[in-house]
């Protein structure tokens, strides 16, 4: 099974983090392509950045999806997925959506843990768009400078924790979602710490990825996911053209 | 991995369409121990039904958990599993949540296709505990007479692929949710027929119970899913009183 | 007029708590059959206690409604309520229920205070389940270890009236439900001491359950709330599977 | 125990039904003080007309309280019901209130039937305002012309069976809430004629003020269901002006 | 353009800043018709209170909308506005109505700041009512004792400007709403102080029923914003009499 | 004043109905800057194309707006809009924004009438991100070929009509708003054939942005909608590049 992993962003060590979380999660004989974005910003915080990041993860996905089975999208909030999800016949899983699924399975109430505080409204929207605002338990976050996303788990690991244990006693956490790709991978160093199941994005989307795969639910040729109807176009990349003009 | 599927219900067919379809899912490597309720109705339809059941799913998993990875509760309606989830530091995984993860995964609107007009309260409300309600686009229904549950899909493959058709046309379904385990396998059956992806409720359950095992999120220790307190208790089945004698 | 009134509990002494506040209430003429779970735990908070509770009640419900007008399950959470309606023709109202009614006719947003942090989630999924989500200001309860449930209203008095003032003052409350068997009673006992009106599940539950009587609204002939359709069963205790068995 | 039934309509025929169902419903011992609007519109089915019944309401309710027990606003729609609950000590139930505290307790999801198309939208806001919203399966109407209210349940009874019975079987409803004054006893006449149980709001509201009143609950002295604040006032009813100037 | 301006409350002080704020908002060429309730109380803060507020302001309409293009209900909860949509078929312009769409149109979640604490269950209900709920990030309110509503923005202001900041930086504000009447024109006099954007109601409804009138929508002739059916009145004021009994 | 107006899409015919709707509804002295994407497709029906929208509208806007005093994004769904809101300090209003507002300030359950049935999930999923959901009483569509955008309100007017007069009969809808810039200028033409009041999304953006810049409510420094946080990025447009760049 080869999966296509993408980064919305421009950040290098981020990608390095998707990479080797999403290493670790991969079931064997699993393939992992995984892509930066060529343009944009560092890391979303925000809609207006989601709309580059969105425009960029179109790209590559229309661009390098051919001999993958499923595309992930590895940037919290989803930048591109529903969209991607109608271009290819090919399951695309975002990361929000992955640790939603995930925290779904474990129980009712959740708590995001993000990693600054103009991060939330992006977050919370996000839930909002998938339906899942009434099982939230509480959104809380870091507020203090970063010095980059690429290691905001290591400088800011105790507070990250103090903020999981706030989730679980005051808000009644049953499940803590930690949520962005910079903190791939925290979850599992931090096993047993919290009372509480963790959810890690880019692990679960790995893994929903691989199941949708494997259940072979079949693709959408009706509805709203399925291939954009035929109309002109003008000036777009190459490899989304050609997507669009594809005989259907 | 060893996983534990029970079926709630006391009926023997239905338990060979939970366990074909079950083997059919799972990774190499996975382990199934596949049981029946040994009280109980033959299909669970209502709640009055579901409390029976729920109580001989619990039975069976205090008994039957040890060595196991994972818990699947077999039968839509996830009858007992919400509790099961507190008794035990393993991932417990209901066939409705699981195909509602396995929808959300897939589009925004999923139509449930079920297999008697009685069921439908149970199911809507199910899905309203879940907070799914929002996402669903429609709930139909077979509205026939049953010969068994463990022969509705043969005898009204061709009324269900109708429903299926009806919620993708006029619903706007995004997704389908072949609901119940005696439908078990049908989505597999039906592969390429209906124009948008079908999720199959006992795959999706064991697909995502070895995901949920694998992911290790780790047990709840403290919140609504760990342990039950310590009390006095009085007539339970001796397997289940161990459990909550242990010591915590 | 008869009403059956289940507590679904082992606890003699919240009967007698349940039994006290029950007779207060009751209209002249009505005559109560209080019984007490044979099995199950002390109290339950949580949904694998009641899962055992509900079983236990549907059982006393088939066994012993033979002569009565109405039954009340007296737990908060309501444990088999919603299927022992399917099950009689006769009304059937559980504590939550009736303490929502309650509620709703006395003000917009009530407030819920109760005896234990782990019992927080399965009443706030009782009250989803019930849709009254959006009229709830807020949910507190005592954090402290209790002795038993048949004291926790003579040893955290003080206590309660304080969380009860914390909801008027802070969560603006406009009615104030004690939610819970064991507190059972104490709503008549502090009248005139908090600044919003007091709900006791209890006594709704008695008054609510005797207007239904008196409305004589009809059975469910048709519905989710008709008798369950025939169908094989087996292992059930014998008065529930000769209600299953009759005629209809 | 002295209730005081208000016709928030000029209808002299509608407050005879209104009566007439209110002493057959009544428990022994309860009086009655039925009064009808002295201004205002044959029947209200719109949001203007209910401004009107909604300060008539009030007038009267200031004027003849005293010496009563509990007020019983007997208009669907409930007008002026929750201002005066803050102007009185007692309880105020509102027929759309009583009625949904009766289906409440009858079953998870009712139907309204209603007597003209242009009432569904006062209504619907009604329920909105409860909260209700997603426990209404549907609400249907007679779209026929009337020669009056007091003559609808008359004159329409076939036609208003067959909205019932599309309820049950298009729509899933578990109860069926028989809306609006002018159909005040119908439900008592079709007992047996309809598959689920049927709730009339004038004796569901004459039997739930009877309960208030028993369970004590207290009245408001905080909150937003206390006497509204002192302050300049002009123009004023006397009974009302009176009120107003009480000292608290 | 001429616009009516109905203050429900007996307030000449308010009406002064209602009047100030409305032509310092309106359009060159905009002319304003503004009236004080002849009845009433000094300033809505309770549903009672609303109830006459909304009785005096349909009456003024009916007798004072003749020659104006739209109509405008200064007080934050529009009382009246509703029922009187239905009477005129000119926009009518409710003081929450249209702060709600100001701050729809400025960002996702706002926060309402207000007067005093007793009005807040009423400013809740309101928003609820036009389904806005989930947008409210928070409601805070001064909670002193006012000298009078005509001079709360003097005397309150740097308390009004702290809540302000609250709402922003601890309950996620994305825009303010100052509410009420009494805080007509404090918008325009904090410009720069508060750190999002600030609403305030009846510049907001002036423009907005500008905005109405310049765009023709056209009026209701079905629906439940036509003119309500004819039928017997009695009692009424000859303005709204003669309404009510015009051909149509 | 001066309107920066935006069509996302490439299709110039449509940009020629917006310009000439937006032109009758403009104010005197309000001057338009219509520019259409260069490079996109020539009417968004899906989320993909939302996304390529979005990022031509991003950068238009950010290269154009410089001079004017608000954006108005002149495609239903609002493709970009959101984020234009962080990146400029002046109004930004989106068509189905914009619509939504109109249509609650005429009343509370609206009906979206659209030009495809694909664009139905679209429309449904931006309408759910603003919270309208529950206002929204139905949703209808053309269900045939379209020539093109440009003309389709000529070849299908008499069919809109219809569906126009079905939400008003059918679903109750008391607005109707004609979704779609292909649409623009058609409720003006339908003038008083349609018994309630009818919403364009083109006029309503225009007013009501030059209301927002009249209103002058602040911009955001602070929260969610204030400037993104200086980061790194890369290969961005470079007026969008200087914009992020610029100190703040």
Redesign the interface.
Known sequence: MRLLVINPN??DDVTALIRAEAQR?A?PGTELTVLTA??????I????????G??AT?QLAAEHAEGHDAVVVAAFGDA?A??????LPI?V?GMT??A???A??????FSIVAI?R?I???Y??TV????????MASLRFLDRPLSGPGSVQQEHRDRLLELCDAC??ED????IVLAGAPLAGL??SV??Q???????GV??AI??A???V?????????????M??A??????PPA?ARR?DAPR
């Open positions: 421009i950040s999660s079931s060529p343009f944009g910003v560092a890391y915080e925000t809609r207006m950045e989601a709309i580059v969105a425009y179109l591109g529903d969209g991607i999800r109608e271009l399951p899983v959506q992955a939603l699924a995930s779904h399975l474990l129980g009712r109430r600054s103009r939330a409204a992006w919370r929207e909002h768009a998938y339906g899942f605002t009434d099982r679980v006693r009644g956490a049953e499940v979850a599992r096993a047993g919290i009372a509480v199941p963790v959810v890690d692990s679960s893994r929903h691989e199941s949708l494997a259940l072979q639910p079949g693709a959408a040729t009706a509805g709203s996911y399925a954009p109807p109309k002109p176009h003008r000036g777009l989304l669009l």
